[in-house]
């Protein structure tokens, strides 16, 4: 009898069979609505304000938001089994744009975007974290058991060492963070044995943290950190954004402001419309509204993790589940960022954060998930040969 393993060598472009899942379905349309809703109300006074338009950020993110949810639905129905040939293309591909961003123009000193003439950036992170979730979920799907041996971990440790080494130099830090959590938690799904993980971590922070100041960004770092710690100290400075993100937290109240009667959106938060769209959230919907907000992720998450849990293979269990623990991550990052729990970090919020490109990005792995959904286990599920 063959070995119940999952194996890439199918039709990969046939049509995925059954229902999505609509619950997830209607949750992320909700989320891209309330987002699109959202952007708007943070974005239009600073738009106005430095380019004269005060539909310019919306209008640019409904440009992608459209093909973006066309692109997700088509994913949805293809066989997500595809990705198992595509692991080490896409694997190749983020690595060689993870090299390119040193070669374009840095902003703020961080070498994170590439340019696509004068259209728009894009983000080569988001294809790498993807890319890895693939790997990941390729690896392990076809070798069973391979983290459970330090050589069988190796390859894994290495392709997340040469991530982290390239989104480090960027510099990247939520990205790596993000990368390194996402890949840890797949590895126990995937039955890591504690006692490496246990030497992962001890090992791999020191090394990171001496990657850090071997790279000269330790002082950007320790800037963060103080600006966390005691924002107040230079409140004109390295706090004033942390400081306005809390008083527009704090503005909010329990009923909010209103949609649209934002204060701190008059040019006193820096970026409303990107990595603190959720003080502008907080301050017009209040503590109730952006609770409700925090429900919708939640159940977008929750959902996500169903699915991983129903999917009809490994494949398709590992790999909805490191695309919900990503979105995860994300999402907490973004919200302990703008709490001022955790240091800044350059990281938006899926859905609400301007930024075409990471829009349909996210879109595009919501229809990898719901690609899965459509395939869930059977009581017999049937003898795959690799």
Request: hydrophobic share 50%.
């Amino acid at each position: 009898m063959a070995k119940k393993t999952d194996s890439p060598r199918r039709k990969l472009m046939q049509p995925a069979p059954g229902r999505m899942d609509m619950v997830f379905f209607l949750v992320t349309m909700m989320l891209l609505v309330i987002g699109l809703v959202m952007l708007f109300s943070a974005s239009y006074a600073n738009a106005y304000y430095l380019l004269g338009d005060s539909f310019n950020y919306i209008r640019k993110q409904l440009i992608f938001a459209v093909p973006g949810v066309v692109a997700m639905l088509v994913i949805s129905r293809i066989d997500y089994h595809i990705f198992h040939r595509l692991a080490y293309p896409l694997i190749g591909i983020s690595l060689v744009l993870l090299v390119v961003v040193f070669f374009m123009e840095p902003i703020n000193d961080a070498h994170r975007w590439i340019y696509i003439g004068n259209l728009t950036t894009f983000q080569p992170s988001e294809i790498a974290k993807f890319a890895l979730v693939v790997l990941y979920a390729h690896w392990m799907s076809i070798n069973p058991g391979s983290v459970r041996t330090l050589p069988g971990l190796a390859p894994y440790g290495c392709v997340l060492g040469v991530f982290a080494l390239l989104l480090i130099a960027e510099p990247h830090l939520s990205a790596t963070v993000i990368v390194a959590g996402m890949a840890v938690i797949m590895l126990i799904l995937g039955g890591l044995n504690l006692k490496w993980l246990g030497g992962l971590i001890a090992g791999g922070v020191p090394a990171g943290l001496l990657l850090i100041f071997i790279m000269g960004k330790w002082d950007r770092l320790m800037g963060r950190v103080t600006s966390w710690l005691n924002p107040g100290a230079d409140a004109r400075g390295d706090g004033w954004q942390t400081l306005q993100s809390l008083y527009s937290i704090g503005s909010g109240g329990l009923m909010g402001t209103g949609i649209g009667n934002s204060r701190q959106k008059y040019l006193f938060l820096p970026e409303p419309q990107n990595d603190y769209i959720f003080a502008i959230i907080c301050e017009e919907l209040g503590f109730i509204g952006a609770t409700l907000i925090l429900l919708l992720f939640a159940l977008f998450i929750w959902r996500g993790f169903v699915i991983g849990a129903r999917a009809r293979d490994r494949f398709g269990s590992f790999l909805a589940l490191g695309l919900t623990v990503q979105l995860a991550l994300q999402v907490l990052l973004n919200i302990a960022v703008v709490t001022n729990t955790i240091p800044a970090t350059g990281i938006g919020l899926p859905f609400f954060s301007y930024g075409g490109t990471s829009l349909m990005m996210v879109l595009g792995q919501v229809g990898v998930l719901l690609s899965i959904s459509r395939q869930p286990k059977t009581e017999e599920p049937e003898e795959e040969t690799p």
